[in-house]
Each structure stands twice: as structure tokens, then as C-alpha cells.
């Protein structure tokens, strides 16, 4: 039970307080929180999602510059309070178009109202974005020039979510949708660890379905794909149906309207990774030697594009000479480089070579920086994944469906 | 009350008001729109709200405004409406009789066509909290329970249990909680089952001690009916309303192992949700019920391995944390389940530190022959680490993994090419390794001395470090052959020695090695003692005297006991207890398994329950004369620095028993311990049992040698006290002034209880062990003040009232207590001074 909610800036300024319970929660509470994040360094990413305050239990997370604090008093589920706090934060970046300071301040009211309908009495209620939606209208363009014009509007919908004449609870019963399409999107990411030896120390791919449907009445949706078996451990949106995939591994569902992640994976065991890199770091007599040569491993089929590398030096490096025979470098003040590649060109392979100067007194660099490997490949499901086909009931002849797989870089990282 | 903002930066917002002009100026701007059906009225009005919200939400205090805000609030405008219930529901409980007015209008929302703005209203009108308002809640909530929108059904139900929060009694003499039962079991809309649920059992655990038929209601919560019921439905609660219904689930005792099944094969899709919450509570059900099936716990383990390392890797870094902490938790109970999932928890360069230590210790925890090679090769790539405080967790994992594995052989080399990397830290960290692992495998010393031998003191800077590599260097002193004049050097800086520990082993050292050396080492050891003779560390100098006494009496048998031959260690204790370790699986998906301790071990002081009275002490003064120099009871200013003192800053200041004049917030802390003392009554119980058998034998043996006479204890009288009394401070005062003392009585104390008197919450707690509550206390020592309640066991029982003046220099008690029953007080007078005589420092 969660017995209020702080919208912290990123300077500890209270943006927005809600109250939940008939126990107020006193503001001098963030002022707390904030010398205990000074305290541990200042920097609001490192600090423990629950902390034992002399008062209360706090829940914080940090998204965008912005801490969403929660204050219990009594024993609850821990995740239960970080999960909401991350969907308040998700919710509240749908409605708002993102997240920032002056976005909350601009649209307070919208959050109040928001966090009125998510939390009663310290409880969650609902925390889903398209039942939300049907209470309390986002804030957008079309609806702030009809106030203008007509006076009258307003953010509120007069609809309920009606759950009780609904048989599933997040869908509305007659919806009408003029566009008949649905899309689904394979979106992978792969995290992998390379050793400086170029030895796979570690290799996964987390994915995610998301699908995009516009379908009016109640259509029932079936997906299947053509190698389900590698799929390590799925979990799915509350609409799946768990027997048909028990049975035979295909999704069963009647989707929300919107978009809506349907099912999530890992695959593990994956043995092909699209792109080296080998850092090659030599140091003598306070001179670092800094070569970086950048290609592809396992061709994926498709063209992969941002190729970026990031690695951050230690602070004992004095100055950077860093350049590159294709894409750019940028070397920031505390000692980050960006080499940003895009596509490897057909003729050569990008390398990154320079010098670097120790401060005085370093022999040889004491710690060697890992590098940080972004890309993305349009087309490609890395995990191998297939989907087979969709079926769909209850729906007008024509409609269109739409298939995309995209694989992205995660946790990428090459060891020095 | 608007809320202080102390420290905190004010912002920098230009409309801002600098003083009361700019709300004088917007009350009267809203009392011009008042009355105003002028097209675009709503629009300004609108603006107008949205200031004074903002203003209300920087913490400035607008609450002059209020009467205006409600003038203003008749509009059928919805945002309009939203924004004026924010705001009364802000300033209701500061402003009681203002609140009056919005009574009506909210009333008439109540009454409204569109079910958004009777739910709404009726919300509001619940969250006013005003307790004079109560009886206007009452047939709102009625009908709002009977409504035919479930959205409003569902606001209803919460009400109700914000009405007990105001006003127990209103909400119990209605016919309330019968409501929620029925629409519990009955409605077709999961929201307001799962509101009415999360009602019930809010209510029925607060009133579980005090009324027969609501523990029976409560344990009928736990019935195979209702909990089959609300199991079947589950697919059509949201996400979180799953999560109460799992935590229900988690509590049922199914009869036999055919329901177990049942449950969990319902339950089973339930690890596959996308909400992390709820997967855990899944996982806990799953636990719980198979906890007496051994071979099907196990595999519930293997089930919800997979969902559990999705979590890990998918979520966000503060899901992975809490999740993690129960991974660990269970990998502590079947390390062997993980082995093979060691790269899971491989740390990633971007994670927040508190992530990757977690994993650092899952690492530790299930390293075994089959994965140790892989993990210590991982845990020295940590080691470089930019991160220090990552890198010496680091160190210390590979030594952990070291001291419980068998086949230590490559393990000790990696150790020792840390001591190579020639860093500060890691050779810091290293030393202090390699020091607990030649404590319990001795048979490596001649490898690692060797490197050790190579280790130039001048590098190692760290106390710790630096006091392994002498403990090392006394030891070892027959291997290292310049170990005499290794430590000889040392002793040369012993006044730039900051650390005391450091010198402390200097001297162990010194004196080791002159056993083993003493031609080499003689003057290492004279220069020691002397140095340690002239410290002004106390512990330091007491050494040094105890040596050189110790040489002076017999040089053989100081060597016995400065030098024995060591038998290697075993297991090191530092290691959490085992039974620690079950107390905190019992609270698995609670707190306590992100602290890694149990419950007790945290929420000692912690405040719980029922908020209002806490709160309401504030305005507690008691009497006049003779009580100037008692701290009322919890004042927010008094203790607003004390409640953000961190509380192990409190629990030492208690433990020297040196904040006699600075009490901390006496009657807050022990009203609120009452309060959970509901909840963890079995324990406390558990604990007042044990103390006394244990504390009574040792210390009368201690009192023997201090020559401390033991008072005899008179047996307990055979009044029974309620120990769930409740007396709100008011009532306190009003009783205190009505009443004449009926009995007075002076006695002695219990030395012991003196020195435990030192903490005064020490006396709180114990006398809550008798039933006895203490609502303020003050006085500076020698003499101090209490003021006790307790009633006889009973719901309508008659109150005792006791005020208590205590002289701790001269060990005497004088009691006043005054009762509605005087035939009561003697008896009473005879339990309390028993319970007082059995007051011992804890």
C-alpha cells in the first residue's frame, strides 16, 4: 500500500504530490531522500530502488531526469511498488508525448488525474494505457484548439470503462475501427560479451512481439511461428491464451486496440554475433597506443546500419589523440568516445587509431575500458525466430497485415 | 497544514507569490467569477483553478481561498470539478468547519447522472477525513455500494475502509463490512470484488484482536470456498488486483495434495504474466504450498527458474534488483538449481552498481567444482574494473568462492597475480583474502608468503589491508626471512599509524615474531611496547601493558598465549544463520528479502497501522502544574529532525543511553508500537517469553559478584489487562481531569531497571509487555515522568490512568492512578509494580 507519490526534479524540487492515504506523508520526507542521494554521490541512476527511510519504506525510480518516490509505512510487495512506479512513468510518457520537467509542470492536471484513477487508497487499480485513455483524454493539439473555439471541452470523457459488459477487460465491447490492419513486429535485442581474445563469453537475445492492431468488434487473433522450440521463456500480455500455447505453441488472443507488446522471449545459446571488434591497447612509458579495427563476423543477410562504439577512459588518461579512416569521432570532456560508423563500407574495414597520455607518473594504463557496440539491422530476426502465419475470426474480408523483424544492439560489449 | 518545505530549492516558476497579496488577489478574482454563467467563465475559472493548484503543489499555502474554491465549485464542468475535490481534499483536514461547506455540493455530485462524477465525488468526499464530517458519509456510501455502476461501486468500497480510518466505530455500527462481504462474493465486476477484498482485509486485520466473530470472518477469508472462488476468477481481475488475490492464495492450507495441484495448475499461466508482481506472487504461492512435498518443491524450483531469470534480464534495472534479491534468496536454498545459469548473472559494464553486486554474490553463491573455473575467470575480468567499489566486491567473491571450495590451487594463484596488478586496493583487498584463506588452508602458506614477502609495505595504505600483511608477517616470520626488520620499519612510523587496529597487530606481531625470532625480533619488540605503552588509544595502550606484564611474569606462557599453534579455521561466522535465512523465506515477495533480513530484525521501531492517532497526538498537552517538565507526546517540529535521523544513528545513540535529554519522540514511537504490535504480536510475545528466563539466571549470577541484591518479584496478581487497549490522547486528558487519584504509592525499583531506564522507550516497550501502554514521558535523571494507561480486559472495561514519577539516583517509584473503578486499583497497583520490578536493560 503505497501511501503517497513525489514527482521529484532533477534538482530534488517537488513537482507533484499525491496524497493516497489518510496518513499524510510530509514533504520534509524528499527533502531527505534528496541529502541521501547527495550523500551517495549524486547521482540519481545509482541509487537503490528501496530505501529504509527513518519514517518510511521508499520507492523510487529514475526516468529522464525524473524520480518518482512512493511512501509505504507498512509491508508490501516490493515489486508490486516498482512495477507501478515504472507503469506511472510509462503511462505518463504516452500521455505526454515523453518525460521531462517542464512536460509534468505544464500538465499537471493531467497527472493528478491520471494518478486518481491508477491508485485509490494506496492500492493500483488500473494501469493500463487504452482503459486510461478511455477515462482521461491525453493532452493533444486537436483537443486544446476545440477549448478554445467551442469553451466547452473537456479533458474527460464522459465513457467508463466498462469492464462488466466486456467479456475481456481490455477491450471495449463495440469498437469500431475505420482502418482494418494489424501489425506485428518482431523487435530483438541482443546482448552479448566478448572477451579481448574475441571469445563469446556470454550470448543472448531478448525480443518482443508488438502488435498494432486497428480491428473493430472482437476479432480473435492467432500467430504462430515456424520454429517456436527455440523460445527460452516467453511471458505474455494478459490477453494470450495459455492453453493453445501450452498445446502447440501458438498465441491465441483477442488484442486490445492500439499497440501492445504481446509476448516477450529469450534465446539463448546463440552462436552468431554480426560484428567485431578488436581493441588492441599498448602501453609504454606513459604513451598508450590505442588501435580499434571494427567488421563483420556472421553476415546477417541484411545491411546493418548505426554502427556506434563507445567506451569511456579512465580519468588517469591526461589527453586523447583519437581518429578514424570512416565515420566520426568525438571525444566528450570526462573521456567518453563515440566512433559512430553507420554502414561498413564494402572497400574497407573502419578502424579507430590514436595515442593516448598518461598522467604523470603511469607507467601503463591501470584499467582497460570496455567497448560499448550499438547497431541495428532492419529485416532480421538475429534469434532466428519465424512467424509462420496469422490467422484471424470474426473479421470483414478485407484487411491488411503487416509483418516487420528488427534487431537492435543491447548490453554489446567488447572486453579490452 | 500546509506543508513545509524545508532545504528544498523553491521554484523558480515567475508567477510564484511572494506573500499573501497574490492569493488575496486570486480569492478575489474567484469571487468575481463566482456567481458568473458568462460564456467563457468555465475557461477562466479553469485558469484560475489550475493556479492555485499550482501554487497548492509548490507547497505554497492557499488555503485562504477555500471558501471561494467552493463557491466556485458548482460548474459542470468535470475538470473543474476534478481540480476543486484535489483541492478540498488538501485543505479539508487543516480547515474542519470550512469543509462543512463542501459537504453539500459534493452530497449533490453523489446524487449526479453520470457515474465519473458520483464516483468521484464520493471519493472526495471519503478522502476529506474530517471526523466531524463522518455521519454525512454514511448514506452516500450506502447507496454508493448499492449503485448500479460498478465504477462507483468500486470507490464505494474503498470508502468504506477510509470511513474506518476516520471513525472505526461509524463504520463498524453500520452495516458496512456485511456490504463488502456480500459484493465480495457476489458482484460481476472484478474491480470492485478485488476493492472490496482489499477492504475487508485491511479492516478485519485491524479488528481481528478485538472482536470474536471479525477473526472468525478473517479466517473464513482463508476457506476453500472463498479462496477457490476469487482463484477461478482470477483471469478476469487486472494485474495488481492478481496480486492481492495471490498473496490470499499463499496464505491457504490446502487439505490435500490433490488442491495443491489444482491450484497450481491454475495458477501455472500466471509465471508467463508480463506483470513482474504478479509472477512473483505466482512464484510464492507455488512455494508455500509445496513447502511439506519435498520432491515437487524441487520441482517448483526448476518451473520458476526460467521466469525468474526472464525477469532479471528484461526488466529494468530496479525490477532486476528486487528480483534478484529473492533469486538469491532461493539460490541460498538450492545453489545447485543455478549452477548451470552461472552467465545470467555475469555483470554488464552499463548495470547500476546495485545490480551487479547482487550478482556478484549470486556468482559466489552458486560457484561449485562444475563452474568455478568460469566464474573466477569472470570475477578477475571485474577485477580492472573502473568501478572500485565493483572491484573489490570483486576480490572478495573470488576469496569467498576460495574459502568453500576444496580445490583452492588455481583460486590462490589468482589471488596472488592480484597482488601483482599493483593497485592500492586490490592489493588492499587481496592481502585481507589471502589472510582469512591461510587461516583455513594453512598448507599454502610457503606459495603465497612467498609473494606476500614481495609486497612493499610502503604500497599497501589501507588499515585493513595493511593489518593483514602484519598479522601475516608475525605469523609467517620464520618463512619471510626480513620479517623482523619488515616490522621494524613499520614501528618506525607508528605516530603517523592513524588506524589503532593497525597498531594493535603491530604489537601481536612484534611479540609473534620474538617467540619465533627473538634475537632479530628483540628490538622490533621493545620499540613496539614502549610505542604502545605511550599511545593514547586505550585499547592500544591496555595491550602493550598486558605483554609487557605478561613477558615480565613468565616469558613461556606469554608465548602460549600470544603464540599457540593455530588449528586452521573451519567456517568463518560471519556467514548469515541458516535460520535467518528460513525467517526471511517465510516473508518471501516482501521487503525483507531486498534488507536480507527478517522482519523483526528491522521493523522494531518502525511505524505501522492506523495513521490518525499517531498523528492526532500532536495535539495532545496534558494537564497544567505538574507537568512542566514533560515533553507532550510527539510534536511534528520537536521530532522532525529525530524522525529523519537515520535510524541506526538512533539505535546507537540508544545503546550508549546518552540522549537522556533529547527523548526521542517517546509517545509516537510507543503509540506506534502498540499499534504493530498487532501485527507482530507472536513474535514480541515470543521474545518477552524468552528474555526474562534467560536475562533473571545470568544477571542475578552477575549481580551476586556485584554485590547487586535481586528485589524478590511478587507473584502476578490475577487482574487480566486488555493489551489492545486504546485511549486517544483527548481522552487521556479529559479522564486525567475528571478522575481524582485514588491511590498513591511509593516503592523501590530494581537497580537493573534504573540503568535500563537510561532509554526510556526501553520502559515504553517493556510495559506494553504488560499490557500497559505509556502515552508521554519526560523529565530530565535524575527524576523522570511517565504517564501509563491500561484497561481491564474488556471492550467497555473501566481505564486505569497512572502517572509515575521515578528518582533513578535513589532507586524509588511513586505511582498516582486514577480509575474509574477504585476497587480496581490496588490489584492494579500490585501488577503494575511487578511489571515495573521486572524491568531489566535488554
Given at each position: 500500500m503505497l501511501q503517497c507519490i513525489f514527482l521529484l526534479s532533477d534538482s530534488g524540487e517537488v513537482m507533484l504530490e499525491k496524497q493516497m492515504t489518510g496518513h499524510r506523508v510530509d514533504r520534509s520526507i524528499c527533502g531527505w531522500f534528496w541529502d541521501y542521494v547527495i550523500s551517495q554521490g549524486g547521482d540519481s541512476t545509482k541509487i537503490l530502488p528501496v530505501i529504509a527511510s527513518p519514517t518510511h519504506y521508499i520507492f523510487q525510480i529514475f526516468r529522464e531526469g525524473i524520480t518518482f518516490l512512493a511512501c509505504t509505512q507498512v509491508e508490501m510487495p516490493p515489486l508490486m511498488g516498482i512495477e507501478f512506479l515504472c507503469r506511472v512513468a510509462d503511462v505518463l510518457t504516452g500521455y505526454l508525448g515523453g518525460l521531462n520537467e517542464d512536460l509534468i509542470k505544464d500538465n499537471f492536471i493531467i497527472v493528478y488525474e491520471l494518478l486518481d484513477e491508477m491508485m485509490d487508497n494506496g492500492f493500483p487499480l488500473t494501469t493500463v494505457p487504452n482503459i486510461l485513455r478511455e477515462m482521461i483524454a491525453p493532452p493533444n493539439i486537436v483537443s486544446k484548439v476545440l477549448s478554445v473555439v467551442t469553451g466547452k471541452s473537456s479533458n474527460v470523457s464522459n465513457i467508463l470503462p466498462d469492464a462488466t459488459a466486456s467479456?475481456?477487460?481490455?477491450?471495449?465491447?463495440?469498437l469500431k475501427s475505420s482502418s482494418n490492419e494489424v501489425y506485428v513486429d518482431l523487435i530483438e535485442e541482443l546482448d552479448a560479451i566478448l572477451s579481448r581474445e574475441g571469445v563469446l563469453v556470454k550470448c543472448e537475445v531478448y525480443g518482443e512481439v508488438h502488435v498494432n492492431s486497428h480491428l473493430p468488434g472482437f476479432p480473435d487473433l492467432t500467430l504462430s511461428f515456424a520454429n517456436p522450440s527455440i523460445l527460452n521463456d516467453v511471458r505474455f500480455h494478459p490477453c494470450v491464451r495459455f492453453r493453445p500455447w501450452e498445446g502447440e505453441q501458438i498465441l491465441s488472443f483477442v488484442p486490445p486496440d492500439?499497440?501492445?507488446?504481446l509476448a516477450s522471449y529469450r534465446v539463448k545459446k546463440l552462436k552468431n554475433i554480426p560484428i567485431y571488434v578488436k581493441p588492441q591497447l599498448t602501453s609504454s612509458s606513459g604513451h598508450c597506443r590505442v588501435n580499434v579495427l571494427v567488421g563483420i563476423r556472421n553476415d546477417p543477410g541484411k545491411v546493418i546500419e548505426n554502427i556506434r562504439v563507445q567506451f569511456q577512459l579512465p580519468s588517469c588518461v591526461e589527453s586523447v589523440d583519437v581518429s578514424s579512416n570512416h565515420g566520426t569521432v568525438n571525444v566528450l570532456a570526462d573521456k567518453t568516445c563515440f566512433w559512430s560508423i553507420g554502414r561498413i563500407p564494402k572497400d574497407k574495414s573502419p578502424s579507430l587509431s590514436g595515442n593516448l597520455v598518461l598522467e604523470l607518473g603511469l607507467d601503463r594504463l591501470p584499467v582497460f575500458p570496455v567497448f560499448r557496440v550499438g547497431f541495428k539491422i532492419v529485416g532480421v530476426a538475429l534469434s532466428g525466430l519465424q512467424i509462420n502465419k496469422l490467422e484471424i475470426k470474426n473479421m470483414p474480408a478485407r484487411l491488411y497485415k503487416g509483418f516487420r523483424a528488427i534487431t537492435k544492439a543491447g548490453e554489446y560489449e567488447v572486453r579490452s | 497544514m500546509a506543508p513545509p518545505v524545508p532545504n528544498l530549492p523553491k521554484t523558480s516558476s515567475p508567477s510564484q507569490p511572494s506573500g499573501k497579496s497574490e492569493v488575496a488577489d486570486l480569492k478575489l478574482q474567484l469571487r468575481q467569477l463566482a456567481g458568473s454563467i458568462a460564456p467563457g467563465a468555465d475557461d477562466s475559472r479553469r485558469e484560475l483553478f489550475k493556479k492555485v493548484i499550482s501554487f497548492m503543489t509548490v507547497g505554497i499555502d492557499v488555503s485562504a481561498a477555500f471558501s471561494e474554491m467552493v463557491m466556485c465549485s458548482?460548474?459542470?464542468?468535470v475538470v473543474l470539478k476534478k481540480m476543486c475535490y484535489l483541492y478540498v481534499c488538501n485543505y479539508a483536514r487543516s480547515n474542519p468547519d470550512l469543509a462543512l461547506l463542501t459537504i453539500n455540493f459534493l452530497q449533490k455530485d453523489c446524487r449526479d447522472d453520470d457515474p465519473m462524477i458520483r464516483g468521484l465525488a464520493l471519493r472526495s468526499l471519503c478522502s476529506l477525513?474530517?471526523?466531524?464530517?463522518?455521519?454525512?458519509?454514511v448514506s452516500p456510501l450506502t447507496s454508493g455500494l448499492r449503485d448500479s455502476s460498478p465504477y462507483v461501486r468500486m470507490v464505494a468500497a474503498i470508502g468504506v475502509l477510509k470511513l474506518y480510518h476516520i471513525s472505526p466505530s461509524t463504520c463498524l455500527d453500520s452495516d458496512f463490512l456485511a456490504m463488502l462481504k456480500a459484493l465480495m462474493l457476489n458482484d460481476p465486476d472484478a474491480q470492485v470484488v478485488a476493492n472490496c477484498l482489499s477492504s475487508l482485509q485491511e479492516i478485519w486485520s485491524l479488528e481481528a484482536g478485538n472482536l470474536e466473530t471479525v477473526s472468525r470472518e478473517r479466517e473464513a477469508l482463508l476457506s476453500k470456498q472463498v479462496v477457490y472462488y476469487l482463484l477461478n476468477r482470477i483471469k478476469e481481475f487486472n494485474e495488481w488486483a492478481q496480486c492481492l488475490i495471490l498473496e490470499l492464495a499463499s496464505k491457504y492450507i490446502p487439505s490435500d495434495s490433490n488442491e495443491i495441484f489444482d491450484i497450481m495448475n491454475l495458477l501455472e499461466d500466471r509465471l508467463q504474466h508480463a506483470n513482474s508482481a504478479v509472477v512473483l506472487a505466482t512464484i510464492k504461492v507455488f512455494l508455500y504450498l509445496t513447502m511439506s512435498m519435498t520432491d515437487v518443491h524441487q520441482q517448483v524450483y526448476e518451473r520458476i527458474k526460467a521466469p525468474l531469470l526472464t525477469l532479471v534480464s528484461s526488466g529494468s534495472p530496479e525490477q532486476s534488483y528486487a528480483v534478484l534479491s529473492h533469486l538469491h534468496l532461493l539460490v541460498m536454498r538450492a545453489p545447485i538449481l543455478f549452477s548451470s545459469d552461472y552467465k545470467h548473472f555475469y555483470c554488464q559494464y552499463s548495470e547500476p552498481a546495485y545490480v551487479q553486486k547482487l550478482k556478484l554474490e549470486m556468482l559466489t553463491a552458486i560457484a561449485n567444482e562444475s563452474n568455478t573455473y568460469e566464474i573466477v575467470t569472470e570475477l578477475c575480468e571485474y577485477v580492472a574494473n573502473v568501478d572500485i567499489s565493483i572491484s573489490r566486491e570483486s576480490i572478495r567473491a573470488v576469496g569467498k568462492i576460495a574459502l568453500q571450495q576444496y580445490d583452492v590451487n588455481a583460486i590462490v594463484d589468482r589471488l596472488l597475480q592480484f597482488l601483482e596488478m599493483e593497485k592500492d586496493y586490490v592489493t588492499a583487498e587481496t592481502l585481507v583474502l589471502v589472510k582469512d584463506l591461510l587461516r583455513k588452508y594453512p598448507q599454502w602458506s610457503h606459495d603465497c608468503i612467498a609473494v606476500v614477502g614481495n609486497i612493499s609495505s610502503k604500497n599497501v595504505q589501507e588499515p585493513k589491508g595493511k593489518a593483514a600483511l602484519i598479522w601475516m608477517l608475525g605469523e609467517y616470520s620464520n618463512d619471510m626471512l626480513d620479517a623482523p626488520y619488515i616490522l621494524e620499519s613499520l614501528l618506525e612510523n607508528w605516530n603517523e599509524e592513524q588506524a589503532p587496529e593497525v597498531r594493535l597487530h603491530l604489537l601481536t606481531a612484534a611479540m609473534k615474531c620474538f617467540f619465533k625470532r627473538p634475537p632479530e625480533a628483540q628490538k622490533a619488540l621493545g620499540v613496539a611496547l614502549a610505542a604502545g605503552l605511550a599511545d593514547s588509544h586505550q585499547d592500544v595502550h591496555d595491550r602493550a601493558l598486558f605483554y609487557y606484564r605478561l613477558l615480565q611474569y613468565d616469558v613461556s606462557v606469554a608465548e602460549r598465549v600470544v603464540n599457540p599453534p593455530k588449528q586452521a579455521v573451519s567456517v568463518f561466522t560471519d556467514a548469515p544463520s541458516s535460520d535467518i535465512k528460513d525467517h526471511i523465506f517465510d516473508e518471501f515477495n516482501t521487503l525483507s528479502v531486498l534488507y536480507q533480513k527478517p522482519a523483526y530484525m528491522f521493523t522494531d521501531k518502525e511505524h505501522r497501522g492506523p495513521f490518525e492517532f499517531a498523528e492526532e497526538l500532536g495535539s495532545l498537552s496534558l494537564g497544567?502544574?505538574?507537568?512542566?517538565?514533560v515533553i507532550p507526546a510527539q510534536i511534528y517540529e520537536a521530532s522532525d529532525n529525530d524522525l529523519l535521523l537515520s535510524t541506526s544513528e538512533k539505535e546507537e545513540s540508544r545503546g550508549l543511553g546518552n540522549n537522556d535529554s533529547v527523548y526521542s519522540a517517546p509517545g509516537y514511537d510507543t503509540s506506534l508500537i502498540s499499534l504493530e504490535d498487532k501485527q507482530v504480536q507472536p513474535e514480541s510475545n515470543f521474545l518477552s517469553l524468552a528474555a526474562p528466563t534467560m536475562a533473571s539466571h545470568t544477571s542475578s549470577v552477575l549481580d551476586d559478584l556485584l554485590g547487586l541484591g535481586t528485589p524478590i518479584i511478587p507473584p502476578p496478581p490475577t487482574l487480566k489487562l486488555n493489551p489492545k487497549a486504546v485511549l486517544d490522547p483527548s481522552n487521556f486528558q479529559r479522564k486525567w481531569g475528571q478522575l481524582t487519584t485514588s491511590l498513591t504509592e511509593e516503592f523501590s525499583i530494581n537497580p537493573q531497571g534504573v540503568v535500563a531506564l537510561k532509554v526510556p522507550q526501553a520502559l515504553h516497550r517493556h510495559m506494553q509487555g504488560h499490557s500497559i501502554q505509556c502515552i508521554a514521558s519526560g523529565g530530565q535523571p535524575p527524576s523522570l515522568k511517565f504517564f501509563f494507561f491500561a484497561q481491564k480486559e474488556g471492550e467497555t472495561s473501566p481505564f486505569f490512568l497512572v502517572e509515575c514519577l521515578i528518582n533513578t539516583s535513589s532507586a524509588k517509584a511513586q505511582i498516582n492512578i486514577k480509575t474509574?473503578?477504585?476497587?480496581?486499583s490496588q490489584p492494579f497497583s500490585t501488577l503494575f509494580q511487578s511489571a515495573l520490578l521486572l524491568l531489566s536493560p535488554s
Open positions: 467479456p475481456v477487460p481490455w477491450r471495449k465491447s463495440d492500439g499497440e501492445f507488446k | 458548482a460548474t459542470s464542468d477525513r474530517v471526523a466531524n464530517l463522518v455521519e454525512y458519509l497544567t502544574g505538574s507537568v512542566e517538565n474509574e473503578d477504585p476497587t480496581l
